[in-house]
């Protein structure tokens, strides 16, 4: 019933206006974390390749859950400073360490005077644009000569005290793999087409190529350099939404929010992709991305659920040490764990997100550019499979019908872990033969 008064109190306030691989990266980068002294040092070499640098995750069910914080968070860690290591001329960290977009400021909500001011103090604007369909307006500002993300975000809000300013931070894909597969070798000729119909499910990701397990018309859109390009990622989440949409014609909302850019999967790509399908009438969006709060993104999703749209987001892969991920932590967005084939919690699935759902993380395929189908393994690949079922519920943007939609889709979970509603399945199991196996 915990729940259910949540989706209520959710649907309340937007009546008030206002990667595909089964295993995880350990880059060889970063600062090293103590590991475990016993079980940890006993098995690091079957456990992480020499060669590919890659851990194999059917050992983790091996770990205590104090080795298992540890590991998890030191692969987080390890990833996000290879990533800025290797893009540092298009990224940086921002004032909370997270990687965002080189030398970018997002401004929400300025005054006039503000805008005046921060341009007197040397700030200069970039961009000034309107996300279509979201009626929501931002002011992209370049931070100034010398000057590090981090201080001029600070010094910006203190000149826009009013203001909601946010890097432009980078999303990554919650499954192993993130960015495009060889994406400089795939062509548009690879992508899957079609037009997609009112009420066709949503898609925020990479870009979907053409596979025999994808039936249904794929609608594709880019929202960054390059784009859109064919991704491993984008294309296993297509052929599992289509396995699980057999009966529903109307296809899918594909947006590439990454393309070739090496700064792709941004927060303002993100929001672009929101709008275009608010205004393509959305009725439910997957997002298996994962990164840090951002206003301009948090202020996008609340517009978009102010328009009827239900937002099913993965709660990420990094562990029960890992800070909140969203967009999954948003109030009224959903929030998908993965199970494997025993219906057990991914030992890897995020716990400081609230947990809404769960549905099959491991031991299934899906689709891979080569034409291929290969294993999957990832809350990336739950998430979907949530938003599929959560559409024959909720066919049409409705807010008036949100409450009845989630009640809909509880009813047909099966219960895991503690009675009831709990942290670790959220309302327990949906779609548990869904996927392709």
């Avoid at 350990?26 to 590991?35: F, K, S």
């Avoid at 609340?302 to 099913?312: E, I, T």
């Avoid at 099959?360 to 990832?378: E, F, N, T, W």
């Amino acid at each position: 019933m915990k729940t259910i008064a949540k989706w209520i109190a959710a649907t309340l306030l937007l009546l008030t206006p206002a990667a595909a691989l089964p295993q995880l990266a350990l880059p060889g980068v970063g600062p090293a974390l103590p590991l475990p002294d016993r079980s940890l040092s006993n098995i690091t070499d079957p456990l992480v390749n020499p060669v590919s640098g890659m851990v194999d995750t059917s050992v983790l069910d091996r770990l205590s859950k104090s080795e298992l914080r540890t590991l998890l968070n030191r692969l987080r860690i390890d990833r996000l400073n290879q990533f800025l290591r290797q893009n540092r001329d298009y990224v940086e960290r921002d004032r909370n360490g997270d990687p965002a977009v080189r030398g970018v400021l997002i401004v929400t909500g300025i005054s006039a005077a503000s805008l005046e001011r921060a341009q007197k103090e040397g700030f200069e604007i970039l961009e000034r644009n309107e996300i279509e369909g979201l009626d929501l307006s931002y002011v992209k500002f370049a931070t100034r000569l010398g000057k590090q993300l981090k201080s001029e975000q600070k010094q910006l809000q203190k000149l826009a005290r009013e203001a909601e300013v946010s890097a432009d931070n980078i999303y990554f894909t919650s499954g192993a793999a993130a960015m495009p597969v060889n994406a400089s070798a795939l062509s548009s000729s690879m992508l899957a087409g079609g037009a997609a119909r009112s009420g066709a499910m949503g898609l925020i990701d990479g870009g979907v190529a053409r596979h025999s397990a994808i039936s249904m018309p794929v609608e594709q859109r880019g929202f960054a350099k390059g784009a859109p390009i064919a991704s491993s990622h984008g294309t296993a989440i297509a052929s599992l939404v289509s396995s699980s949409l057999k009966a529903n014609a109307r296809g899918l909302l594909a947006a590439d929010i990454y393309g070739n850019d090496p700064a792709g999967g941004n927060a303002t790509a993100i929001a672009r992709a929101l709008g275009w399908m608010a205004q393509r009438n959305v009725p439910v969006v997957a997002v298996s991305l994962v990164g840090p709060d951002n206003a301009l993104l948090g202020r996008a999703v609340r517009a978009a659920q102010q328009k009827g749209m239900l937002v099913v987001a993965a709660v990420g892969n990094d562990g029960p040490a890992a800070p909140p991920r969203y967009p999954a932590a948003y109030k009224g967005v959903i929030g998908v764990t993965g199970v494997d084939h025993r219906e057990r919690a991914l030992p890897e699935a995020g716990i400081a997100t609230p947990v809404d759902f769960a549905a099959p993380g491991a031991g299934i395929k899906g689709a891979s550019p080569d034409g291929s189908l290969v294993p999957l393994r990832g809350t990336s690949f739950a998430a979907p499979l949530v938003a599929a079922r959560l559409l024959s519920h909720y066919p049409a943007p409705n807010i008036s019908k949100i409450e009845a939609a989630v009640t809909g889709l509880i009813g047909e979970a099966k219960d895991l872990g503690k009675k009831g509603a709990d942290k670790i399945y959220g309302n327990g199991l949906v779609c548990g033969n869904c996927g392709l196996r």
